[in-house]
């Protein structure tokens, strides 16, 4: 998921959520914490505004060549009163579209699939209703969101029963019961079916779960001991930060991850990110002709977010240059990911409410904390 495309919650999940809302919670001025001993006053000023706005907690960690650096501000968990710690695990949501489209492309530079693949290739009728045709729509456009497909997750069914576990098909199935928004190729619409598709398409090429494919390309190789891909399971491997939805409350722990997958399922830490955005944007992952498919862009503006969309990456333009990565949205949970071509500068920024997705006060100082961040 992401953009928080997910508006509607179910009577269970308000009622658990409300549950949990109702411990006082603690002051949310905790005070700003740094672990790596060098805070950078400019961040931590605009960290401490996010968190003057209503966010419960921010982490923002930033590179500067060999210098890297966290900044913390706020609460990883409200009913305790716990500091935000720039260690715990965060739902990093759609930036999980980065990891599966680079699979995907390794997969194309060991000649196992073809970016021109039709979907129906791999997965035959699996999307031929309505108006949408699998036939017309290939694996490169799925990855560069222009294959016209409706986005599943405002369907309020998702949301019926959010610990429920979907199967990829069933995600598909509710997209594909509304007629295609254009032509393959002739636009461009976020759509997490795109990316579920990809991963369907992942483990037909492979044979394998996404999830084992994660871990032997990437997972393991980038030592990414944090990083975790759970399909059902609503815990957390080990200690996270908790994510509060508007007046649900702590909603952490309350959906299930099958709803997002490979267009949003990933577990991680801003270090963990960090590394393998460095890793992929220098060329550590892919060989220059699929770097070059990657970063092949479009300009668009998804929902406010304005940016050059790529296959499962984008590039922002900030006041220092561009920056390259994916923001991801989960209930509870926001994160922010930019990194420079040549991986010297970086920036991740998550904190852990869902209610200011449209506030003008808070997206305003979001956009200057993101530029401090990854320019100052």
């Known amino acids: 998921m992401a953009r928080m495309t997910v508006r509607v919650l179910s009577t269970a999940l308000a009622a658990a959520a409300l549950t949990a809302a109702a411990v006082p919670a603690a002051n949310a001025a905790a005070g700003p914490r740094s672990h790596s001993g060098r805070l950078d006053a400019k961040v931590q000023e605009r960290a401490d505004k996010l968190v003057a706005d209503g966010a419960p907690g921010v982490i923002v960690m930033t590179r500067r060549g060999g210098r890297v650096s966290h900044v913390t501000s706020g609460v990883s968990d409200k009913a305790t009163g716990a500091p935000m710690d720039a260690r715990l695990l965060v739902r990093v949501a759609s930036v999980t579209k980065t990891f599966t489209s680079t699979v995907v492309l390794q997969l194309a530079a060991e000649h196992r699939l073809s970016l021109d693949d039709t979907v129906d290739e791999w997965l035959p009728g699996l999307v031929r209703a309505n108006g949408n045709d699998g036939s017309k729509i290939t694996v490169r456009q799925l990855l560069a969101q222009t294959s016209g497909l409706n986005d599943y997750t405002p369907d309020p069914r998702v949301m019926t029963d959010p610990s429920r576990t979907w199967t990829p098909a069933e995600l598909v199935a509710i997209a594909t019961e509304t007629p295609p928004l254009y032509e393959p190729g002739t636009s461009w619409n976020y759509s997490n079916t795109n990316y579920i598709l990809a991963g369907m398409i992942i483990e037909k090429a492979t044979g394998h779960e996404v999830g084992d494919e994660f871990r032997r390309r990437i997972f393991t190789p980038l030592g990414l001991?944090?990083?975790?891909?759970?399909?059902?399971?609503?815990?957390?491997?080990?200690?996270?930060?908790?994510?509060?939805?508007?007046?649900?409350?702590?909603?952490?722990?309350?959906?299930?991850?099958?709803?997002?997958?490979?267009?949003?399922?990933?577990?991680?830490?801003?270090?963990?990110?960090?590394r393998f955005h460095r890793a992929l944007f220098t060329g550590r992952l892919l060989p220059a002709k699929q770097m070059r498919e990657m970063r092949t862009v479009r300009p668009v503006n998804d929902d406010g977010v304005v940016e050059d969309y790529g296959l499962g990456a984008a590039r922002i333009r900030f006041s220092c240059g561009y920056a390259w990565g994916h923001d991801g949205g989960f209930p509870g949970y926001r994160t922010w990911t930019y990194t420079s071509r040549d991986g010297n500068r970086q920036a991740i920024i998550t904190y852990n409410e869902s209610k200011y997705e449209h506030d003008e006060t808070f997206r305003a100082d979001l956009a200057k904390a993101a530029d401090t961040a990854f320019c100052a």
């Open 225 to 274: 001991r944090h990083t975790s891909y759970p399909t059902t399971d609503t815990a957390f491997p080990g200690p996270y930060v908790h994510g509060y939805y508007a007046e649900y409350g702590d909603v952490s722990t309350l959906i299930s991850p099958s709803s997002a997958r490979t267009s949003g399922g990933i577990v991680s830490t801003v270090d963990d990110v960090a």
